[in-house]
């Protein structure tokens, strides 16, 4: 039997609708924050600095998706890995003040630091080294300086991507363009740095710095 527009019922049925329960996000116990550093901008797309960017391009290409959507200060996007939700951030801030980002990430997404994952380039190991470590010094890298300023201390993940150390003017050369030698490695180092993350994610850090940390 169909029902007149005007129909009492009709209308409690629709406006029932209205507030249907929506679908649960995953609990915030399964969800992971990867924030890769860099600086936004078409000029610094490919340069050293950007190392952590290309790695979060890289976990979101993995999964069809790309970083775009804008939350906290950042480009972002959300990825599913088994159960486990990943929030992938590019900070638009600008390098130096990454840590304003990270911190706005974290309190939107209810992510703690335990599950915050931090990708980014390091002049002190040579190009393609990676080294997972939690805690410790900045090594001169001003977006770390940064996060350990907004999170209030040092003790989070880091995926320590190396680009090597120049013999002159450390900052013109974080902020040029890879090399058309480094080039050739570029996806392979960005690709072992994406697997580090999802291992750790999977696995834990321990068994993550065992596996990545050693010298191949």
């Known amino acids: 039997m169909q029902r007149a527009a005007g129909d009492p019922l009709l209308g409690a049925l629709r406006y029932g609708a209205m507030f249907r329960r929506k679908?649960?996000?995953?609990?915030?116990?399964?969800?992971?924050?990867?924030?890769?550093?860099?600086?936004?901008?078409?000029?610094?797309?490919?340069?050293?600095?950007?190392?952590g960017f290309l790695v979060v391009d890289e976990l979101a290409r993995r999964s069809g998706a790309r970083v775009t959507a804008k939350?906290?200060?950042?480009?972002?996007?959300?990825?599913?890995?088994?159960?486990?939700?990943?929030?992938?951030?590019?900070?638009?801030?600008?390098?130096?003040?990454s840590g304003l980002a990270a911190k706005a990430l974290r309190a939107k997404f209810d992510v703690p630091l335990e599950r915050t994952l931090v990708i980014h380039d390091d002049l002190d190991h040579p190009f393609g080294r990676l080294r997972i470590r939690k805690g410790g010094s900045s090594a001169g890298n001003h977006g770390i300086d940064s996060l350990i300023g907004s999170f209030g201390t040092p003790d989070f993940i880091r995926f320590r991507v190396g680009i090597g150390r120049p013999?002159?003017?450390?900052?013109?050369?974080?902020?040029?363009?890879?090399?058309?030698?480094?080039?050739?490695?570029?996806?392979?180092?960005?690709?072992?740095?994406?697997?580090?993350?999802?291992?750790?994610?999977?696995?834990?850090?321990?068994?993550?710095?065992?596996?990545?940390?050693?010298?191949?």
Do not use: C
């Open 23 to 51: 679908p649960a996000p995953p609990p915030a116990s399964d969800r992971w924050l990867v924030i890769g550093l860099g600086n936004p901008g078409r000029e610094y797309e490919r340069s050293r600095h950007n190392m």
């Open 167 to 216: 013999p002159g003017n450390g900052v013109d050369y974080v902020l040029s363009p890879f090399t058309a030698d480094e080039q050739t490695q570029l996806s392979a180092i960005i690709g072992r740095t994406a697997d580090a993350v999802l291992f750790t994610v999977e696995h834990g850090l321990d068994r993550a710095m065992t596996e990545f940390n050693r010298v191949s």
């Open 71 to 97: 939350a906290a200060k950042s480009f972002t996007a959300r990825i599913q890995v088994g159960e486990r939700e990943l929030v992938l951030a590019k900070p638009q801030t600008m390098m130096n003040l």
